[in-house]
């Protein structure tokens, strides 16, 4: 099926899980540490409590629609490292938004806090689109000179124009109308709404991408955009909205953290979830239902990181490892994969590191 996930692409996965555990409790081991340990405590600190199952969530919803924003632009044949920026800037207008106490009901200012947030991040994700297709500026250098823009720019703000007060370095507190509803609450953690949009977006970038004509132009660019123009499709354009898109998608990562998690926007409000969408999109084959288990998994691993140290006395560092590795398992494999597609009467090979699959995946 066109949108189901490649039964061989999910087997390759969870090898590379199995690979990057596997290597991770083997440095434990040498090093004179518990492996056994450190797998209970991996387990204990992700889902062991009730408490630590809601953190787990928590910090899966910016890694979901990070990760979705990187695999969509990874479709198009572009690699988006500025999520981080665009999940800033994202942030900031729906801190900005709901700091306004505009007074009007609860339905309508959540929405247009998250559409803010939305509409922020594209325009972030679309300045590098545009640079690429007009200018042929690398979307790499790009996406990475505005991740520094947004978070110094954001820094200034919020102990400048924005800030809230003489002593609080962060902007006002969004208005009670402006937060996400509660979906489920274990004291201190509280997990909003927001795990269910993030879930719907996945689905539904499903269904644009191998549903739709513009899905299919958006993957027959990643595939070969001179085959594409060939075709008819407007390369230009395609790769500007892809990239506006994906910006649309870790801006509304942004707005999610302030109107269901923090309530405030403050300097070095993210922990890296833009970065970490990168290692995601990866694991998850850049495919968007595949983008889900990924970013569980990561969102627990975040979690349990803490309590390796706590009960298992492995640094917290093990869990970043883990996770190299796991890339690096997944990229070994892309690198020596290789797919055909064939558009119109042409037919191009392609090989990209990390990716593969056919325009029917």
């Not at 110094?152 to 969004?174: F, H, N, W």
């Not at 499709?233 to 942004?254: D, E, N, P, Q, Y």
């Not at 999610?256 to 979830?273: K, N």
Request: hydrophobic share 55%; with cysteine.
């Amino acid at each position: 099926m066109i949108a189901a996930l490649n039964v061989r692409g999910v087997l390759h996965s969870v090898q590379a899980i199995a690979i990057a555990v596997g290597l991770g409790l083997g440095i434990v081991l040498l090093s004179g540490g518990d492996p056994l340990a450190v797998l209970s405590a991996l387990f204990y600190g992700a889902v062991g409590t009730r408490s630590n199952l809601a953190s787990t969530l928590v910090k899966s919803v910016p890694l979901l629609l990070t990760g979705l924003s990187v695999a969509l632009a990874f479709r198009a044949g572009l690699f988006n490292i500025g999520g981080e920026g665009q999940l800033y800037a994202g942030g900031l207008a729906a801190a900005w938004l709901g700091g306004l106490q505009l007074g009007i009901p609860a339905p309508l200012y959540i929405l247009l806090a998250l559409v803010g947030a939305a509409v922020a991040g594209g325009i972030w994700g679309a300045i590098p689109g545009w640079l690429k297709a007009r200018r042929g500026v690398h979307e790499v250098i790009n996406t990475i000179m505005m991740n520094h823009i947004a978070i110094q720019t954001s820094s200034y703000l919020v102990g400048g124009p924005l800030r809230d007060g003489e002593y609080a370095i962060r902007t006002k507190e969004i208005a009670s109308e402006a937060a996400l509803p509660l979906l489920w609450s274990v004291p201190p953690i509280e997990v909003s709404w927001g795990i269910v949009l993030a879930l719907v977006l996945c689905v539904l970038t499903t269904q644009i991408l191998f549903r739709t004509a513009t899905g299919y132009e958006i993957r027959a660019v990643g595939k070969g955009a001179a085959a594409a123009t060939a075709s008819g499709i407007a390369t230009g354009r395609t790769l500007v909205m892809s990239m506006g898109l994906a910006g649309g998608l870790a801006g509304l990562a942004g707005g999610l953290e302030i109107c269901g998690l923090h309530h405030t926007f403050y300097a070095q409000f993210s922990p890296g979830y833009g970065f970490d969408g990168i290692a995601v999109a990866l694991l998850a084959r850049n495919h968007p239902l595949g983008v889900i288990p990924a970013a569980l998994l990561f969102g627990a691993l975040r979690t349990a990181d803490r309590w390796l140290q706590l009960s298992a006395g492995v640094a917290r560092d093990l869990v970043i490892i883990i996770q190299a590795l796991a890339i690096l398992a997944v990229g070994t494999r892309g690198i020596r994969g290789s797919s055909f597609v064939k558009i119109g009467y042409r037919e191009v090979k392609t090989r990209v590191p990390g990716i593969a699959y056919s325009i029917a995946d």
